[in-house]
């Protein structure tokens, strides 16, 4: 989060003899334009209602920027970002260390953030203008202008600044927050101006996102201005009879605007990791389209950048060196040239050279290419062996791959099959054999895209990666009682709506992570108090809707397993499991019940989490053949052998369960 710092990551000698030249990493330059006017910064009336909107506007619209800033440096830290307010009463569009610009300037345009990497400063000054919003303290900044502005001005300055800060990036976009759907009126020269700065936009290749704000009394209407300044690309399939929603200045049962923009805003990411741009997939003889590929589900995890020395007042990165040495008497440097590879035959070492290697792991060049159909119920969840990845049509190698692709998407979805292909993501990656699964589009309840409409590469394994796992014990089946009561405890116990959601639920390490992270950036105390985990159960809210079912499963539970014992090994009561007794305990020799009481308790009253606790810690070694035999005949396993067998059953049902 240093001020502008370009991370460098040190590639590895291996992995740059690899052609990855079919990667890429599209990045985001988004600038938020939010209007600055009277209306905007009226706060909401009064009310009662703790759910109530308080912010304005224009407030709500500057803390969507800070969150969002604040998200995209953990979540995206190469995207670049920018804040410009327009209607304000004051100017200011050339920075410091903006020379190039000129003497430029637009009026009532103030430049509040350059579009850029975000820095610890841009946090900052959006984090102030928020807290003086909170506490009351009005910002001279915020002055409105007493004259309308112009909106030609306003897209000619998001013009300039895309041109000069981020004109190669893959995705450009500029965020309108406003609640002026009529901003000329009558003035057909101020609207056919900006008519033509928007088609300038357009042809520079920036979208334009509007998020109109509507207010009780007024009603945003698009008609009026922003359908002839919004422009769109029939390639990207955008259903224009679907128009984004209008955002209420005060909140709608308890919605209020900030979460609304956020979650409008975060709805519209582009997807950041495209793994290949213009693969060939065969569908047929002769028949051959492009496709994109996608990495959808990546592992988030604290990563370290790099070490750091200080420099007088200052951090600077330390640059790292490798050298390697032969081992001897004398120490000579040795190069990359002097290194040579070998795999161990026969007691010999076989050496090869570079080109050799490569032409070992060459299988012919990236293709994806369908060698059959098999029916989707034939995949099962252990066929997981990769995490899967996203396609979608491309039209630069072959027009109509589009239409293709959707018709082949269509087939699979009404037909329920799947595609088994041939697949090789890279030059010299190793084959896979992947099923193609489509999947449909779906969005949760604020209409935000949970799963795009598409094709899935979903890796098989082959049949050297399939364990046996010999002849399984007899399952145990419940009871409909049994499965009744625990029917009515999960229907208490559901998620609302039903979904679990996994974006709800964030991983505490890494959030706690980049907390530190920021507050040492932005020179913050840290909170006292353990971090928030949201994966913790509501042990309070459980025992109070399904306590007393709970307690009535496991009495019944308790009852069935007691009478499978007595029907299974025989007995009055079950208790006559150790060691094949009869069920006097009387009859049992001293000696051995003496060991027994040494124990706090038998592996057959030890729960399954304190059981694996006792499996990591290896206390099982220490624990009574006869005990473990108990055990595993009360699970319905195999009690023979000796005891590192025994030890090895339970490790193994341990891992399962």
Same mark, same amino acid.
């Given at each position: 989060?240093?001020?502008?710092?370009?991370?460098?990551?040190?590639?590895?000698?291996?992995?740059?003899?690899?052609?990855?030249?079919?990667?890429?990493?599209?990045?985001?330059?988004?600038? /938020?334009?939010?209007?600055?006017?009277?209306?905007?910064?009226?706060?909401?009336?009064?009310?009662?209602? =703790?759910?109530?909107?308080?912010? &304005?506007?224009?407030?709500?619209?500057?803390?969507?920027?800070?969150?969002?800033?604040?998200?995209?440096?953990?979540?995206?830290? =190469?995207?670049?970002?920018?804040?410009?307010?327009?209607?304000?009463?004051?100017?200011? /569009?050339?920075?410091?260390?903006?020379?190039?610009?000129?003497?430029?300037?637009?009026?009532?345009?103030?430049?509040?953030?350059?579009?850029?990497?975000?820095?610890?400063?841009?946090?900052?000054?959006?984090?102030?203008?928020?807290?003086?919003?909170?506490?009351?303290?009005?910002?001279?900044?915020?002055?409105?202008?007493?004259?309308?502005?112009?909106?030609?001005?306003?897209?000619?300055?998001?013009?300039?600044? @895309?041109?000069?800060?981020? %004109?190669?990036?893959?995705?450009?976009?500029?965020?309108?927050?406003?609640?002026?759907?009529?901003?000329?009126?009558?003035?057909?020269?101020?609207?056919?101006?900006?008519?033509?700065?928007?088609?300038?936009?357009?042809?520079?290749?920036?979208?334009?996102?509007?998020?109109?704000?509507?207010?009780?009394?007024?009603?945003?209407?698009?008609?009026?201005?922003?359908?002839?300044?919004?422009?769109?690309?029939?390639?990207?399939?955008?259903?224009?009879?679907?128009?984004?929603?209008?955002?209420?200045?005060?909140?709608?049962?308890?919605?209020?605007?900030?979460?609304?923009?956020?979650?409008?805003? $975060?709805?519209?990411?582009?997807?950041?990791?495209?793994?290949?741009?213009?693969?060939?997939?065969?569908?047929?003889? $002769?028949?051959?389209?492009?496709?994109?590929?996608?990495?959808?589900?990546?592992?988030?995890?604290?990563?370290?950048?790099?070490?750091?020395?200080?420099?007088?007042?200052? @951090?600077?990165?330390?640059?790292?060196?490798?050298?390697? /040495?032969?081992? *001897?008497?004398?120490?000579?440097?040795?190069?990359?040239?002097?290194?040579?590879?070998?795999?161990?035959?026969? *007691?010999?070492?076989?050496?090869?050279?570079?080109?050799?290697?490569?032409?070992?792991?060459?299988?012919?060049?990236?293709?994806?290419?369908? !060698?059959?159909?098999?029916?989707?119920?034939?995949?099962?969840?252990?066929?997981?062996?990769?995490?899967?990845? /996203?396609?979608?049509?491309?039209?630069?190698?072959?027009?109509?791959?589009?239409?293709?692709?959707?018709?082949?998407?269509?087939?699979?979805?009404?037909?329920?099959?799947?595609?088994?292909?041939?697949?090789?993501?890279?030059?010299?990656?190793?084959?896979?054999?992947?099923?193609?699964?489509?999947?449909?589009?779906?969005?949760?309840?604020?209409?935000?895209?949970?799963?795009?409409?598409?094709?899935?590469?979903?890796?098989?394994?082959?049949?050297?990666? !399939?364990?046996?796992? *010999?002849?399984?014990?007899?399952?145990?089946?419940?009871?409909?009682?049994?499965?009744?009561?625990?029917? =009515?405890?999960?229907?208490?116990?559901?998620?609302?709506?039903?979904?679990?959601?996994? &974006?709800?639920?964030?991983?505490?390490?890494?959030?706690?992570?980049?907390? !530190?992270?920021?507050?040492?950036?932005?020179?913050?105390?840290? %909170?006292?108090?353990?971090?928030?985990?949201?994966?913790?159960?509501?042990?309070?809210?459980?025992?109070?809707?399904?306590?007393?079912?709970?307690?009535?499963?496991?009495?019944?539970?308790?009852?069935?397993?007691?009478?499978?014992?007595?029907?299974?090994?025989?007995?009055?009561?079950?208790?006559?499991?150790?060691?094949?007794?009869?069920?006097?305990?009387?009859?049992?020799?001293?000696?051995?019940?003496?060991?027994?009481?040494?124990?706090?308790?038998?592996?057959?009253?030890?729960?399954? *989490?304190?059981?694996?606790?006792?499996?990591?810690?290896?206390?099982?070694?220490?624990?009574?053949?006869?005990?473990?035999?108990?055990?595993?005949?009360?699970?319905?396993?195999?009690?023979?052998?000796?005891?590192?067998?025994?030890?090895?059953?339970?490790?193994?049902?341990?891992?399962?369960?």
């Amino acid at each position: 989060m240093a001020d502008n710092d370009h991370y460098k990551k040190e590639e590895d000698e291996d992995e740059e003899e690899l052609d990855d030249s079919n990667y890429i990493a599209q990045k985001d330059a988004v600038l /938020f334009a939010i209007d600055i006017s009277k209306t905007m910064l009226t706060p909401p009336p009064p009310s009662d209602d =703790k759910k109530a909107e308080k912010d &304005s506007p224009a407030i709500a619209a500057i803390k969507c920027a800070y969150q969002i800033m604040q998200q995209r440096i953990i979540s995206s830290p =190469k995207d670049m970002m920018g804040v410009l307010l327009f209607g304000t009463e004051q100017s200011k /569009f050339q920075d410091e260390d903006s020379s190039s610009r000129g003497s430029a300037t637009y009026p009532h345009c103030y430049l509040l953030s350059d579009v850029d990497i975000p820095a610890a400063k841009d946090v900052e000054t959006l984090r102030e203008i928020v807290r003086n919003a909170d506490e009351g303290n009005k910002e001279e900044l915020l002055e409105p202008a007493k004259e309308p502005v112009s909106m030609s001005n306003v897209l000619f300055c998001a013009n300039q600044i @895309f041109t000069t800060r981020a %004109p190669n990036f893959g995705s450009r976009r500029l965020f309108i927050i406003t609640d002026k759907d009529d901003p000329h009126g009558a003035d057909k020269t101020l609207r056919n101006q900006a008519t033509v700065r928007a088609k300038d936009l357009y042809d520079l290749g920036v979208v334009i996102e509007l998020f109109p704000i509507s207010h009780s009394d007024h009603e945003f209407d698009r008609s009026k201005f922003y359908d002839d300044i919004i422009y769109r690309d029939p390639a990207d399939g955008v259903d224009f009879a679907i128009a984004p929603p209008n955002f209420k200045a005060q909140g709608d049962n308890g919605l209020s605007l900030l979460s609304n923009l956020i979650a409008e805003i $975060n709805s519209k990411e582009v997807a950041k990791r495209s793994i290949f741009s213009h693969l060939p997939f065969e569908i047929g003889p $002769n028949l051959k389209i492009s496709v994109k590929g996608y990495n959808l589900l990546q592992k988030q995890a604290p990563a370290r950048k790099g070490y750091v020395y200080e420099k007088g007042e200052e @951090f600077v990165w330390a640059e790292s060196n490798t050298t390697k /040495f032969e081992e *001897g008497p004398v120490a000579r440097e040795v190069g990359k040239v002097d290194i040579k590879k070998a795999y161990t035959f026969g *007691g010999k070492q076989i050496e090869f050279t570079l080109e050799e290697q490569k032409a070992l792991k060459n299988f012919g060049p990236p293709v994806l290419r369908i !060698i059959g159909f098999k029916p989707q119920s034939l995949l099962k969840i252990e066929h997981s062996v990769k995490k899967s990845t /996203f396609i979608y049509p491309s039209e630069e190698d072959y027009i109509g791959s589009t239409r293709v692709f959707a018709a082949l998407w269509k087939k699979l979805v009404k037909s329920k099959v799947m595609g088994v292909a041939w697949y090789i993501g890279r030059a010299n990656a190793s084959p896979l054999l992947v099923a193609i699964l489509p999947s449909e589009e779906r969005f949760d309840d604020n209409n935000v895209q949970v799963v795009p409409a598409g094709l899935w590469l979903y890796p098989l394994p082959f049949a050297d990666d !399939i364990r046996g796992v *010999g002849t399984l014990p007899k399952k145990i089946t419940a009871s409909n009682e049994l499965t009744q009561l625990m029917w =009515k405890v999960v229907q208490q116990l559901q998620l609302p709506g039903g979904v679990y959601n996994p &974006s709800k639920f964030p991983n505490p390490s890494l959030q706690w992570h980049y907390k !530190i992270l920021q507050i040492m950036a932005l020179h913050d105390e840290v %909170p006292e108090g353990d971090p928030e985990d949201k994966t913790k159960p509501k042990n309070k809210q459980i025992h109070k809707r399904a306590g007393s079912l709970i307690n009535d499963w496991k009495k019944k539970l308790d009852e069935e397993v007691l009478q499978f014992q007595k029907e299974r090994y025989g007995g009055i009561d079950g208790t006559d499991l150790k060691r094949g007794s009869d069920g006097n305990d009387d009859d049992e020799p001293p000696k051995k019940r003496i060991k027994a009481e040494k124990n706090e308790e038998v592996l057959t009253d030890i729960s399954s *989490g304190d059981l694996k606790k006792m499996v990591q810690r290896g206390e099982l070694k220490k624990r009574l053949v006869g005990e473990m035999r108990d055990w595993l005949k009360v699970k319905g396993l195999t009690a023979t052998g000796k005891k590192e067998v025994l030890i090895d059953r339970i490790e193994q049902w341990v891992e399962e369960h």
